[in-house]
């Protein structure tokens, strides 16, 4: 790693390097001058020390690692009060596909305590290898142990991808992991897809979420990201599973953690969108509050949920729980109408894998007809009473789904 460095024969302790930091990344301690975590190799220093005291030392250029060593995906199962997360089938899903191109395995880690029927549940899904970790003291997810029993397969195994849910636990044990194995890591994925050489490709919202960024990962193994719940399709549960579960013995010493569970309480939550099989959802088009009540009483008619876009939650006109998008929640339900919302990037990422997206919207021009399957030229305090009048003369959620 490069440093910035001090010949302290040659400073006079002037203290120009420390006013003219921007980062406030230079001390004087005594009768030396140090530098930092603050410091940033600005370099802004070097052209002030007027004793030319100071240089940037350069780490050398770490050379490219043999690629050949590392093969397959691997899967982190996360699992909860003994019982696998949806986004790990999510993740099987997308790694069976990158491997198929690739023509290698997939394989899966799981730890826990008593969970040898959710191993075997994994398998009915096609993957390979299930890497089962079972002991009393992984019942609960403490990110020391976790990450270093993660690593330690890792090295034996050496998989060329490893996929991880954007969840909680996922974002506080991937960067850990990646950091141990030096290796990148990217966050939030919304799309994968691997080249013939196995280079994976990890697009993710940037900026905002105005552009959306390719990266790859050429130069270092394995390659890591993570991915949100609901952006991608679940696996399907195969006739003829033919994997098999290998059971690791758990090294002591693996287990080391300054965590104490004391106690357990789950958190029970109200009903998310996440999981909404319809939603109506409204945008800035909306134009006022009161348009949230109109659109709440078509959700109700339709068995579904309310969804609003950004600016309705900065706006204080809904919670941010009800938001969808990519700094909201990512949805994929089975029916989602869009009202008055032109149809951003950063919403479109986070409901484009919906089965029908019907849009309504006074702007033909407007993006959301881009993704929708059926669209509306309209303004939507037209559209949604007739709508709402004709489900209360004999219309329901099925008929919604026929007329789609």
């Not at 990422?349 to 029908?356: E, H, K, P, Q």
């Amino acid at each position: 790693m490069s440093r910035m460095r001090v010949d302290q024969e040659l400073c006079i302790l002037c203290g120009q390097c420390v006013e003219v930091c921007p980062f406030l990344g230079v001390e004087i301690r005594g009768q030396s001058v140090e530098f930092t975590d603050s410091c940033r190799l600005c370099r802004v220093c070097i052209k002030a020390c007027p004793t030319s005291a100071i240089w940037l030392e350069k780490s050398e250029a770490v050379g490219d690692v043999d690629k050949a060593q590392y093969k397959g995906v691997l899967i982190f199962a996360e699992q909860r009060q003994g019982q696998v997360q949806p986004v790990t089938y999510e993740l099987i899903g997308k790694g069976l596909e990158l491997a198929g191109h690739l023509g290698e395995q997939v394989t899966v880690f799981l730890a826990g305590s008593s969970i040898q029927s959710q191993a075997e549940r994994l398998l009915e899904y096609g993957v390979d290898r299930v890497y089962l970790y079972n002991h009393q003291a992984l019942e609960y997810c403490r990110i020391e142990p976790y990450t270093s029993i993660m690593v330690d397969l890792v090295r034996k195994i050496k998989p060329n991808i490893i996929l991880m849910g954007a969840t909680p636990v996922g974002r506080s044990l991937a960067p850990r992991v990646a950091a141990r194995l030096r290796t990148g890591l990217t966050a939030d994925c919304t799309s994968l897809s691997v080249k013939d050489n196995g280079d994976l490709v990890q697009t993710r919202p940037a900026f905002g979420g105005n552009v959306m960024a390719q990266i790859v990962t050429p130069r270092h193994r394995p390659q890591m990201a993570t991915v949100r719940y609901k952006v991608m399709p679940a696996a399907a549960k195969v006739a003829r599973p033919h994997g098999e579960i290998i059971h690791c013995p758990v090294d002591e010493k693996l287990l080391q953690s300054g965590i104490k569970v004391l106690g357990f309480e789950p958190h029970h939550v109200a009903s998310s969108i996440t999981d909404a099989e319809i939603i109506v959802a409204a945008g800035r088009g909306i134009g006022k509050p009161e348009g949230l009540e109109l659109l709440e009483e078509l959700a109700g008619l339709v068995g579904g949920v309310l969804g609003v876009t950004r600016p309705l939650v900065e706006q204080g006109w809904a919670s941010y729980t009800q938001q969808v998008g990519m700094s909201g929640r990512t949805v994929r339900p089975r029916l989602y109408i869009a009202c008055g919302i032109s149809g951003a990037v950063q919403h479109v990422a986070g409901m484009r894998g919906s089965d029908v997206i019907f849009a309504i919207n006074t702007d033909s021009d407007a993006p959301i007809f881009d993704v929708a399957h059926y669209g509306l030229v309209g303004d939507l305090y037209e559209v949604v009473p007739a709508l709402i009048q004709a489900l209360r003369e004999g219309g329901s959620p099925d008929a919604v789904f026929q007329a789609g």
